[in-house]
């Protein structure tokens, strides 16, 4: 079953407090927003404030909005996401 937009974040799988800290920091606070955006476009906002931030936290994004775990995501979905974000 699908997450309803207006969910908190804490309802995505794969983040953890310091993810949800810096996606709020970043100003994304619901499951709405971030699927708005998009992984990559929220990992872009993350990484302008947090320079330390990686790649993980794309993944997890991605799949998160899926409700997979980010584990799941094969080589060719993290090459794609890679390409967006360096792009």
């Given at each position: ?17 310091k ?43 991605a ?16 090459a ?8």
């Amino acid at each position: 079953m699908p997450i309803p937009d207006n969910s908190p974040l804490e309802s995505l799988p794969n983040l953890g407090p310091k993810s949800l800290e810096w996606l709020r920091n970043a100003g994304i606070t619901t499951v709405g927003e971030l699927k708005n955006l998009g992984p990559s476009v929220a990992f872009q906002m993350v990484k302008a404030q947090e320079s330390r931030v990686s790649l993980n936290l794309l993944w997890a994004l991605a799949a998160g909005l899926k409700g997979h775990d980010w584990r799941e995501l094969t080589d060719a979905q993290k090459a794609r996401l890679r390409k967006d974000v360096e792009t």
